[in-house]
């Protein structure tokens, strides 16, 4: 397994996703991947899942300090008071003491960014997130975080894939030595028989999702969770590391439209002013 490293953090490049994971199922997945040798899992607040997730963790035999485990707090809960309650019920139903990685969900446009991060900072100070960042921030959202509120962030979670351009976020998390975690990294399943991943795929003995997948894994600084419930998606996930891309195969993925986003709540960001 590869890494991306920022400021003291080191986490896995793939992990797994587990949102609409739900129950049994949950927990079956997590136990499944964990046995396959993923040590990163990544879920939320808003998922519904946590307790899931805390009961793999709590049943699987890899030993806590060697997961990497992300959660969120949702957008209603950006107040300090209301973020120490998520944390508070997060720890609870995950079965541990502490999180990795601590995450701001969504930014909000009635929140005070600097209340919320300060709150972000407490919890690491307190030992309850070993690191924290954010999510779904534009870049320059993510400037004032970091430059002018001075966060020690060291991840920020968006939709990234083939087929959505993220240069303005890559641009900034690089310049503050910050890793971009990818979700939605296959594009919700759009990607399974897209035509040129396909071509290359064929060239490689591969599926067109390891080609998306490990277009991005290849990446400096870019991890990736996408979901996995059934063992055989599981597995070709992590078969998609032992895949070599080469330049003629990433000049076909650069070329592809890169305008396509497939999650955009109505609460969130305003992308279109800075494109992220």
Same mark, same amino acid.
């Given at each position: 397994?590869?890494?991306?490293?920022?400021?003291?953090?080191?986490?896995?490049?793939?992990?797994?996703?587990?949102?609409?994971?739900?129950?049994?199922?949950?927990?079956?997945?997590?136990?499944?991947?964990?046995?396959?040798?993923?040590?990163?899992?990544?879920?939320?607040?808003?998922?519904?899942?946590?307790?899931?997730?805390?009961?793999?963790?709590?049943?699987?035999?890899?030993?806590?300090?060697?997961?990497?485990?992300?959660?969120?707090?949702?957008?209603?809960?950006?107040?300090?008071?209301?973020?120490?309650?998520?944390?508070?019920?997060?720890?609870?139903?995950?079965?541990?003491?502490?999180?990795?990685?601590?995450?701001?969900?969504?930014?909000?446009?009635?929140?005070?960014?600097?209340?919320?991060?300060?709150?972000?900072?407490?919890?690491?100070?307190?030992?309850?997130?070993?690191?924290?960042?954010?999510?779904?921030?534009?870049?320059?959202?993510?400037?004032?975080?970091?430059?002018?509120?001075?966060?020690?962030?060291?991840?920020? +979670? @968006?939709?990234?894939?083939? *087929?959505? !351009? %993220?240069?303005? =976020?890559? $641009?900034?998390?690089?310049?503050?030595?910050?890793?971009?975690?990818?979700?939605?990294?296959?594009?919700?399943?759009?990607?399974?028989?897209?035509?040129?991943?396909?071509?290359?795929?064929?060239?490689?003995?591969?599926?067109?999702? +390891? @080609?998306?997948?490990?277009? *991005?894994? !290849? %990446?400096?600084? =870019?991890? $990736?969770?996408?979901?996995?419930?059934?063992?055989?998606?599981?597995?070709?996930?992590?078969?998609?590391?032992?895949?070599?891309?080469?330049?003629?195969?990433?000049?076909?993925?650069?070329?592809?439209?890169?305008?396509?986003?497939?999650?955009?709540?109505?609460?969130?960001?305003?992308?279109?002013?800075?494109?992220?």
């Amino acid at each position: 397994m590869h890494y991306v490293e920022s400021r003291g953090m080191r986490m896995p490049k793939l992990g797994l996703g587990t949102w609409r994971l739900a129950g049994d199922a949950c927990t079956t997945a997590v136990l499944g991947a964990l046995d396959r040798g993923y040590r990163h899992i990544d879920t939320a607040q808003m998922y519904g899942n946590e307790d899931a997730v805390g009961a793999a963790l709590a049943s699987t035999s890899v030993p806590r300090g060697d997961i990497h485990l992300t959660t969120k707090v949702w957008h209603e809960n950006l107040a300090p008071d209301r973020m120490r309650a998520a944390m508070d019920n997060s720890l609870t139903q995950l079965k541990t003491d502490y999180v990795d990685l601590y995450l701001i969900h969504w930014p909000s446009a009635t929140m005070d960014l600097a209340a919320s991060l300060a709150q972000l900072v407490q919890f690491q100070e307190q030992g309850l997130a070993r690191h924290i960042g954010v999510s779904n921030f534009p870049s320059a959202l993510l400037r004032q975080a970091v430059e002018v509120i001075q966060a020690p962030l060291v991840c920020n +979670q @968006v939709e990234y894939h083939v *087929l959505r !351009d %993220q240069s303005p =976020v890559l $641009a900034a998390l690089r310049q503050h030595d910050m890793a971009l975690t990818a979700y939605c990294p296959l594009a919700q399943g759009r990607l399974a028989d897209h035509p040129v991943l396909d071509e290359i795929a064929r060239k490689h003995g591969a599926s067109p999702a +390891q @080609v998306a997948l490990k277009w *991005l894994l !290849d %990446q400096d600084n =870019v991890a $990736a969770i996408p979901k996995a419930g059934r063992a055989e998606s599981q597995q070709s996930n992590l078969d998609a590391l032992k895949l070599v891309l080469d330049d003629a195969d990433r000049a076909a993925v650069a070329a592809l439209p890169k305008n396509q986003r497939f999650v955009n709540p109505a609460t969130g960001p305003k992308w279109d002013a800075d494109p992220a």
